[in-house]
């Protein structure tokens, strides 16, 4: 009986103070990792801008992670999957699943434009250097860039890449224009290629979901007159092509619906995609970091108490010279 009363004081406090780490109705358990595959153009942006790769900027997704090969893919298997966690274009994402803050920012598109969401890279599309766009591929791609195009990229949900775009104007040409690549870009270049052949109708834009490295291969073999690309260009692929950035897009951690974490740390997304954290209390443990503002207000205020208690030290010494 004495025994029982000893023990459960320390009972108690260890309670306090797991449940000081671990938020009450926290997620708890392993986690699910789901990626992308290899030559994914989502994939290579998330490693390279979360950290997951290595000094050669190898990618280092944990070898534990299912692979998916789709952004569909992706999020079917997160909304089935309870301990589930993965990465999709924000423009993508649907009441399927649920995006999570990153270091207390929402995945929004305002928030992107704003700088504030830490993962974020271009759409970009790509053509065969030495050859150039055909006339038909030329016209789809000022529409892209035209008012027009980019009104309609922004109500896809991504961010507009063209400041103060014109008006775009029919050329009355005829023909094919074949697109290939990023399964991430697609929606979005659908509804370019839907509203573009309504005010075309002799033109036929055929396009292939493939994967950006399947994209930007195409646009330097010919099999296709704009390459897409979710990431940015390599320098391998611009000395073949040339391209450009047609809309800014988020990239959002996702979870299952069930999981009550609203957030995470950037950290930690990094370290469960490393395969370094593989426990949800672990996860949720990780500390956001500190938004910049708060960074240089907490560097101002040390700056201004060094001054103070430099100034205290001269004003010490004169006195001190002066008896």
């Known amino acids: 009986m004495k025994k029982s009363i000893k023990v459960m004081p320390f009972l108690a406090s260890a309670g306090l103070v797991l449940a000081s780490v671990v938020p009450a109705f926290a997620q708890t358990g392993d986690i699910n990792v789901i990626s992308r595959e290899d030559g994914s153009g989502t994939r290579s942006a998330f ?91 030329a016209d789809f791609k000022a529409f892209i860039d035209s008012a027009e195009g980019q009104a309609v990229v922004e109500a896809e949900g991504y961010i507009a890449s063209k400041d103060d775009a014109a008006a775009y104007e029919a050329a009355g040409v005829e023909g094919t224009v074949e697109v290939v690549g990023s399964t991430s870009v697609t929606p979005v270049m659908e509804k370019l290629a839907e509203e573009y052949s309504a005010l075309n109708e002799g033109v036929t834009v055929n396009i292939t979901s493939n994967g950006s490295s399947a994209g930007m291969e195409a646009a330097m073999n010919g099999t296709a007159d704009l390459g897409m690309a979710s990431r940015e260009v390599s320098e391998e692929e611009a000395e073949s092509l040339d391209f450009d ?79």
Not at 77 to 92: C, E, F, K, M, W
Not at 299 to 310: D, F, M, Q, V
């Open 47 to 137: 490693v390279e801008i979360v950290g997951v790769v290595d000094e050669n900027d190898d990618d280092l997704t944990t070898p534990n992670a299912v692979v998916q090969n789709s952004t569909n893919g992706v999020m079917q298997t997160v909304a089935g999957d309870a301990q589930g966690i993965g990465y999709i274009s924000l423009g993508s994402l649907d009441d399927s699943v649920k995006a999570v803050q990153i270091d207390g920012v929402d995945a929004t598109a305002e928030n992107i434009k704003a700088g504030d969401y830490p993962i974020a890279r271009p759409f970009n599309v790509a053509w065969d250097k030495e050859a150039g766009l055909s006339e038909v591929a």
């Open 245 to 323: 950035a047609i809309a800014l897009d988020g990239i959002a951690v996702i979870v299952n619906n069930e999981n009550p974490a609203e957030g995470l740390a950037l950290e930690a997304v990094k370290q469960i995609f490393l395969g370094e954290v593989t426990t949800w209390e672990d996860a949720i443990a990780i500390e956001p970091a500190a938004p910049a503002e708060e960074e240089a207000t907490e560097e101002e205020s040390t700056e201004e108490e060094s001054a103070t208690e430099e100034e205290a030290t001269e004003e010490t010494t004169e006195e001190e010279s002066a008896e």
